[in-house]
């Protein structure tokens, strides 16, 4: 079993749409996450921190569950200029930092 | 403006070669990673260390080795390239648990 799963998609939403990406981890112990975003031949860039109380910024609001152990991310009023891969990452407790396979989104006008 | 480099941004490798990917930080961090990006498999960990001359094994170390003799270097060598480690490489580096990591711009390494 991945120590990070994710649904891989792709999501095809149109402009204005409100999408959701889930991820769960295995590993109980692991103490930070986070999503990062990959645009087309690009390296990944972080999007947002994940922390325990939730957090929003400006149209993207992360939660973590760790009960569950699952991660989302909530992208309200989609852009064309969302259109990407969304990568949830946990950190776990050697320092070690793994990657969920991914979810494409492409928003389309 | 923080920045990780990787010595080349495509590589072409015969079976059996011995092959280094360099991968330089100027942050001074701690941490540093090697992953390999596949279509549907996403970043997969291969290696990663904590400090100087520390290393760990990640998810998928068979067929590699790593060093890291300078805080700022970390590189990654294939001993005997086969034509299933064809892929994108990326570097990575971060201060500690809680940080953004950066990226190096990644080594397309194809083994013929």
């Known amino acids: 079993r991945k120590e990070v799963e994710q649904d891989p998609g792709p999501f095809n939403v149109p402009e204005g749409a409100t999408v959701a990406f889930n991820c769960t981890y295995s590993?109980?112990?692991?103490?930070?996450f986070f999503w990062y975003r990959q645009d087309c031949r690009k390296e990944p860039k972080l999007l947002m921190s994940?922390?325990?109380s939730g957090n929003e910024d400006g149209r993207f609001t992360a939660q973590l569950n760790r009960a569950s152990q699952y991660i989302s991310l909530l992208i309200r009023d989609s852009k064309l200029s969302d259109s990407a891969t969304y990568l949830c990452?946990?950190?776990?407790?050697?320092?070690?930092?793994?990657f969920g396979a991914g979810t494409r989104l492409t928003v389309k006008p | 403006d923080v920045k990780v480099t990787q010595s080349s941004r495509y590589l072409v490798k015969r079976t059996g070669e011995k092959v280094f990917l360099e991968c330089v930080q100027d942050?001074?961090?701690?941490?540093m990673f090697w992953y390999r990006q596949d279509p549907g498999l996403g970043l997969r960990l291969i290696y990663f260390?904590?400090?100087?001359?520390?290393?760990e094994k990640g998810d998928i170390p068979e067929g590699y080795s790593v060093s890291r003799e300078k805080k700022e270097r970390f590189s990654l060598i294939l001993e005997s390239a086969s034509t299933n480690q064809t892929s994108m490489y990326l570097c990575?580096?971060?201060?500690?648990?809680?940080?953004?990591?950066?990226f190096g711009q990644g080594t397309r390494l194809t083994v013929v």
């Open positions: 990575a580096s971060k201060r500690d648990r809680v940080t953004e990591a950066f």
């Open positions: 990452v946990v950190n776990g407790e050697n320092n070690d930092m793994r």
């Open positions: 994940v922390y325990s």
């Open positions: 590993n109980s112990a692991s103490q930070s």
């Open positions: 260390s904590y400090d100087v001359k520390m290393k």
């Open positions: 942050m001074d961090h701690e941490n």
